[in-house]
T-cell receptor, first 110, second 114 residues
């Protein structure tokens, strides 16, 4: 069974701090990795995608991928209260199938 | 102009009824999906269609039947609704032919079976 694991949280950080969200996956052959943000009562929104080892930066967000360790992370710099949401890690495992983690709830305190 | 639109947004119905949820995307994507999100927020794939062809049919009761009349539409019909069917159902789309596997989600349909 292919799995994606995330700490459910909640992860609480003060405003302006760096929030670090982690994810591990079981399928070593996976090639595409995504982070979605989901506000309460809303649909998931794609915020980052990463395909190769290393870091990918987009504004205040940095995604990190380590395929050898089967580990994906998302860093949010200068965290804002508006970043409070559930962050879903997703892994494309091939065959049109994407597996989602259960999500990490992030709370940014003003 | 909404990229992926689902109707209805809320659906409250009695056990045993039959209901449908509709989804339309105007992104020109070639692949559409149905996901179920339970009370613990876990998103689980149900079905996937690529160019109107059923590609993924996960282990869901056969009371659930998807239909894709064309690439832009994917509907979900549910027969004989049960209490356990209560969840949020999300439609999503992606452009797999361009190796773009990130999803655009619809706003979701919150189904409550009473």
């Amino acid at each position: 069974q292919k799995e994606v694991e995330q700490n459910s949280g909640p992860l609480s950080v003060p405003e302006g701090a760096i929030a670090s969200l982690n994810c591990t996956y079981s399928d070593r052959g996976s090639q595409s990795f995504f982070w979605y943000r989901q506000y309460s009562g809303k649909s998931p929104e794609l915020i980052m995608s990463i395909y190769s080892n290393g870091d990918k930066e987009d504004g205040r967000f940095t995604a990190q991928l380590n395929k050898a360790s089967q580990y994906v992370s998302l860093l949010i710099r200068d965290s804002q209260p508006s970043d409070s949401a559930t962050y879903l890690c997703a892994v494309y495992t091939g065959g049109f199938k994407t597996i989602f983690g259960a999500g990490t709830r992030l709370f940014v305190k003003a | 102009d909404t990229a992926v639109s689902q109707t209805p947004k809320y659906l409250v119905t009695q056990m045993g009824n039959d209901k449908s949820i509709k989804c339309e995307q105007n992104l020109g994507h070639d692949t559409m999906y149905w996901y179920k999100q339970d009370s613990k927020k876990f998103l689980k794939i149900m079905f996937s269609y690529n160019n109107k062809e059923l590609i993924i049919n996960e282990t869901v009761p056969n009371r659930f039947s998807p239909k894709s009349p064309d690439k832009a539409h994917l509907n979900l019909h549910i027969n004989s609704l049960e209490l356990g069917d209560s969840a949020v159902y999300f439609c999503a789309s992606s452009q797999v032919s361009r190796n773009s596997y990130g999803y655009t989600f619809g706003s979701g349909t919150r189904l409550t079976v009473v």
